[in-house]
């Protein structure tokens, strides 16, 4: 299978949640702060790929009637894992981001690909698909933190970036991140639950529009070639 | 103790509403808020499901897996009680209350995967709850669900006949106005009752 259109697939023409529009309620409720939208993002491209590898590996053995159940023991299992070993080496991310770790396992995202995925290919495509999956997933999570944090509170890379002390990275949630203008002129209204809806809806409402519109001028490039080639044939 | 109750069930309800503040739940939301009538079922089974799937939790928890030192395994195990709870509300509803269970169509094996119901699990666990705190928790939780279900269905209705850009066809136009909602319910933050 040709890496090149999986990458563009995850990323772009297939992305979970902008396209395929799954795992939504994790995605509008932890994008708050850039620390939490890379951890949950890296969280969940981590337990994807293993699962997508377990299933692919198994995808023989399962037998077809029973095989959600069996995803489902897959992904919890790798899940505890994530949550315990968050727990242990990054406390202030557990804490962030709450119950939204165990939830991983009901995110459609990871059954989904399991389901439609990695039951008819091999373990090599299935992990490079997890892998894929996974950055569109982490890279719609930093789009909307990024959005969502600049404009309800004037910051960008709050709990991941601190500059009190020279720029460097932090992994305890302490950062303050970058101020670029007084949180007194954000709309913290971006930060509650309502910014989480309309920031996905403008930003599917986007994607959608993107989508149709290189549709249509791939439809013209078409038109336009034929008619190229039909001309051309007239003249010979 | 009652008061108690009465301030976690305001709170589930409108306060920290599962879907409009606390993101639980929004794929059935956002799936089946088609019909008020569609909505009114779906808000029924989860409120069934989330209270059932509450109490039992709670007693697998303090019964077998704190006992057994096993508490490492409890997103598992609940998801498990979970997905067996449903199988068997499915049997339950077929055999009983056939045409809600045609109704309800796919949506039914779906609430497996709603996540408020292993979310209100695993909030009881966090917050400590004793059985009749969890199971009110469960409930109410529910009830929430279906009061923002509801309402959200006939919005929608309402937005199926109005003008739209054409690009926000869809879901795009459902969250917008899952946002304004959102913000009405937001009227309720920060109220205290006890």
Not at chain 1, 50 to 66: F, G, M, Q, S, T
Not at chain 1, 134 to 147: N, S
Not at chain 1, 181 to 189: D, T
Not at chain 1, 206 to 215: D, G, I, P, T, V
């Amino acid at each position: 299978m040709n890496r090149k259109q999986q990458f563009k697939e995850g990323l772009i023409t297939n992305n979970p949640v902008l396209v395929q529009q799954i795992g939504m309620c994790a995605t509008m409720a932890i994008t708050t702060t850039l620390f939490n939208g890379v951890g949950m993002g890296l969280s969940v491209l981590i337990i994807l790929t293993c699962c997508n590898v377990v299933v692919a590996a198994l995808r023989k053995i399962i037998p077809d009637e029973i095989r959600l159940a069996i995803f489902v023991v897959v992904i919890a299992g790798f899940v505890t894992i994530v949550d315990l070993l968050l727990q242990a080496f990054i406390p202030a991310l557990s804490a962030a981001l709450g119950v939204f770790i165990p939830l991983i396992v009901v995110n459609c995202i990871i059954i989904g690909r399991a389901e439609a995925f990695c039951q008819k290919n091999s373990v090599k495509d299935s992990f490079f698909d997890g892998i894929f999956q996974g950055l569109g997933y982490t890279c719609v999570l930093v789009i909307m933190c990024v959005f969502r944090e600049l404009v309800g509170s004037g910051r960008f890379g709050g709990g991941l970036i601190d500059i009190a002390n020279g720029f460097r990275f932090t992994l305890d949630g302490t950062g303050g991140g970058i101020q670029i203008f007084p949180s007194e002129y954000g709309m913290s209204i971006m930060n509650l639950p309502f910014g989480g809806f309309l920031t996905l809806g403008l930003l599917i409402g986007l994607m959608q529009y993107a989508l149709k519109r290189s549709e249509k001028n791939r439809k013209e490039a078409e038109r336009a070639a034929a008619e190229a080639a039909a001309l051309k044939e007239v003249d010979d | 103790m009652l008061q108690n109750i009465i301030s976690i069930s305001l709170g589930a309800i409108l306060i920290n509403n599962f879907i409009f503040s606390q993101f639980l739940g929004c794929c059935p939301f956002l799936g089946c808020s088609n019909k008020v009538d569609t909505a009114t079922g779906m808000g029924l089974a989860v409120v069934f499901v989330m209270g059932l799937a509450s109490a039992i939790c709670w007693v697998i928890d303090h019964y077998i897996l704190i006992p057994l030192n096993l508490a490492f395994l409890e997103t598992l195990a609940f998801i498990l009680v979970i997905a067996a709870l449903v199988q068997f509300v499915e049997m339950f509803l077929k055999k009983a209350v056939p045409s809600l269970y045609s109704a309800l169509g796919i949506y039914l094996p779906l609430i497996t995967t709603n996540c408020a119901v292993l979310g209100v699990v695993l909030l009881n666990v966090q917050n400590n709850y004793n059985f009749i705190e969890s199971l009110t928790y469960g409930i109410t939780g529910g009830l929430g669900f279906m009061l923002a279900i509801v309402l959200f269905a006939s919005v929608r209705e309402r937005v199926q006949f109005s003008e739209y850009p054409e690009c926000f066809e869809g879901f795009p136009i459902c969250l917008v106005s899952a946002a304004l909602v959102a913000m009405a319910f937001m009227g309720f933050s920060g109220m205290k009752i006890f």
